[in-house]
T-cell receptor, first 113, second 113 residues
Framework: DQQVKQNSPSLSVQEGRISILNCDYTNSMFDYFLWYKKYPAEGPTFLIS?????DKNEDGRFTVFLNKSAKHLSLHIVPSQPGDSAVYFCAASYWEGAQKLVFGQGTRLTINP | DGGITQSPKYLFRKEGQNVTLSCEQNLNHDAMYWYRQDPGQGLRLIYY???????QKGDIAEGYSVSREKKESFPLTVTSAQKNPTAFYLCASSIRGQDSPLHFGNGTRLTVT
C-alpha cells in the first residue's frame, strides 16, 4: 500500500523554464511534508518542507504547494538550472510517539541546456 | 563542520555472514534512523532511536538489529536472517520532536553474494 506516490518516474525540462514535481498521499494523518534531492550514490539532501497548516512555502527558487483537500503537494523550481538534475523524493510525516517519514518512489529530473 | 558519517561507502559480504554498518553524527541530534533504498523504490524505515539506549522497529526491521549506546552513534547490523540484504543503506538524524527534517549521511552500498 503506497501511501505516498510520485506518479512520474522522470521529467525533462529545458534550462530556465519551470520544473513542477508532483506528489500524492492517502493518509490524512500526515501533517508535515518534505522534499529531498538526491544524487547517485549520495544521501538525500533536504530542500524544503511545509506544515499542514500552510498551503505554500517558498525558499529562493523552490516553492512547495500543499492542497490538503486533494491530498496533493508539488514542488516548483524556477528557473531550472543544470545542477537541479537529480532524483527528487517527496516525504510525508506523521507523529506516532516519534516522527515517522514515508517516502515516495522518486522522480528523476533532467534539465536540458 | 557538522554532519553524518557513514562507513564504509561500499561493503561486500558473503551470504550467511553478519555485517555492521557504521553511522556517526556530530549534529547533537537526539533522534537517529536507518533507511534502506532499493532501485525504483522510496526509502523504507528499518529502525529508529529517539534517545540513547532506546530504539524502535520500523517497517522492515526483520533481519536487522541496532544499538544506541552513545548519542553520536547508531550502528546497524545486517544479520544472516535478512533475506535480501543487498541494498543502499542510509542513516539519518534529526532534532527530536515534530516537524524536524531528517538529515542524511551519504549511505553504504552493501552487496551480499
Amino acid at each position: 500500500d503506497q501511501q505516498v506516490k510520485q506518479n512520474s518516474p522522470s521529467l525533462s525540462v529545458q534550462e530556465g523554464r519551470i520544473s513542477i514535481l508532483n506528489c500524492d498521499y492517502t493518509n490524512s494523518m500526515f501533517d508535515y511534508f518534505l522534499w529531498y534531492k538526491k544524487y547517485p550514490a549520495e544521501g538525500p539532501t533536504f530542500l524544503i518542507s511545509i506544515s499542514s497548516i500552510k498551503d505554500k512555502n517558498e525558499d529562493g527558487r523552490f516553492t512547495v504547494f500543499l492542497n490538503k483537500s486533494a491530498k496533493h503537494l508539488s514542488l516548483h523550481i524556477v528557473p531550472s538550472q543544470p545542477g537541479d538534475s537529480a532524483v527528487y523524493f517527496c516525504a510525508a510525516s506523521y507523529w506516532e510517539g516519534a516522527q515517522k517519514l514515508v517516502f515516495g518512489q522518486g522522480t528523476r529530473l533532467t534539465i536540458n541546456p | 563542520d557538522g554532519g553524518i558519517t557513514q562507513s564504509p561507502k561500499y561493503l561486500f559480504r558473503k551470504e550467511g555472514q553478519n555485517v555492521t554498518l557504521s553511522c556517526e553524527q556530530n549534529l547533537n541530534h537526539d533522534a537517529m534512523y536507518w533507511y534502506r533504498q532499493d532501485p525504483g523504490q522510496g526509502l523504507r524505515l528499518i529502525y529508529y532511536s529517539q534517545i540513547v539506549n532506546d530504539f524502535q522497529k520500523g517497517d522492515i526491521a526483520e533481519g536487522y538489529s541496532v544499538s544506541r549506546e552513545k548519542k553520536e552513534s547508531f550502528p546497524l547490523t545486517v544479520t544472516s536472517a535478512q533475506k535480501n540484504p543487498t541494498a543502499f543503506y542510509l542513516c539519518a538524524s534529526s532534532i527530536r520532536g515534530q516537524d524536524s527534517p531528517l538529515h542524511f549521511g551519504n549511505g553504504t552500498r552493501l552487496t551480499v553474494t
